[in-house]
């Protein structure tokens, strides 16, 4: 069995985000990498016209490249300077990737599949073919897909360094996909599917998104070159969907350390 599956709802957080007032409670210890991943779910479920499910049938699939590094490299300096028995349990259970998908699970009320996939190239798109299987095959109805980046100051140096540039394009960023069954599911479009091909590639053409290209109908190409700039080109696409020509689009994804595909249908 082999369900089609529909983009429901897409929420993208502002870089000036607020948390809630009905999630500031539980958000108030949370890094940033945690907070963005859980607003932009809550908003995207919030805004959903379809009905209630129960807990085990839904899911969450983040993807992201970075993590909360900031929140590592906090983690680490308080294990160097203060010693294991001195680092704070709140900070270093922050520090691991999973972390924002129990946080969302927990605050949403998803008792489905909680996964993160890391990848330097195109995680948001693997965590969208994840979510995108789990709800054709029926072993969930409704997956929340996010894609999140922090900002680092390790990394925008590392990319002013690279390019001997004063200013880095670097942002962080959320966005958050609902896929649910089409049938049940008045939304943007229809997900055919995503194809990935990775290729060996230096380090810093994966971290300064060099010679990326975006193209299809509705993209916008002249995104800064930074790790949310895909997923937040491919969020604008899908959400003008509705003004393009029924049938079947191709949105592609090129560059030095591989290429990506993503089958939309009306």
């Not at 308080?78 to 010693?83: A, M, T, V």
């Not at 195109?122 to 073919?129: I, Q, Y």
Request: hydrophobic residues 45%; contains cysteine.
């Amino acid at each position: 069995m082999s369900l089609p599956v529909a983009v429901s709802a897409i929420a993208r957080l502002p870089r000036d985000y607020q948390v809630p007032d009905e999630l500031a409670r539980d958000l108030r210890r949370a890094d940033a990498f945690i907070q963005m991943a859980v607003i932009s779910a809550f908003t995207a479920v919030s805004g959903l016209p379809s009905g209630k499910l129960s807990p085990e049938e839904v899911g969450v699939f983040i993807g992201t490249a970075f993590g909360p590094l900031e929140t590592n490299f906090e983690s680490l300096g308080s294990l160097i300077d203060d010693g294991e028995g001195q680092i704070s349990p709140t900070l270093f259970s922050h520090s691991v990737y999973n972390a924002a998908a129990g946080y969302v699970a927990r605050l949403l009320d998803i008792r489905g599949p909680a996964v993160t996939i890391t990848n330097y190239g195109w995680p948001f798109l693997v965590a969208l073919e994840e979510g995108r299987l789990a709800v054709a095959s029926g072993r969930i109805g409704r997956a929340v897909v996010i894609g999140v980046e922090t900002f680092s100051d390790l990394l925008a140096d590392a990319y002013r360094r690279f390019f001997g540039v004063v200013e880095a394009p670097w942002q962080r960023g959320a966005v958050a996909w609902v896929l649910e069954p089409a049938e049940a599911a008045k939304g943007y479009c229809r997900l055919a599917g995503v194809k990935i091909r990775e290729f060996d590639a230096e380090p810093a053409d994966l971290l300064t998104r060099r010679d990326e290209t975006l193209s299809g109908p509705g993209i916008n190409s002249e995104l800064p070159r930074q790790p949310m700039a895909y997923v937040e080109a491919l969020s604008e696409a899908v959400a003008s969907f509705g003004d393009l020509a029924e049938g079947e689009i191709t949105l592609s994804f090129e560059a030095p350390f591989g290429a990506a595909e993503i089958g939309l249908c009306r």
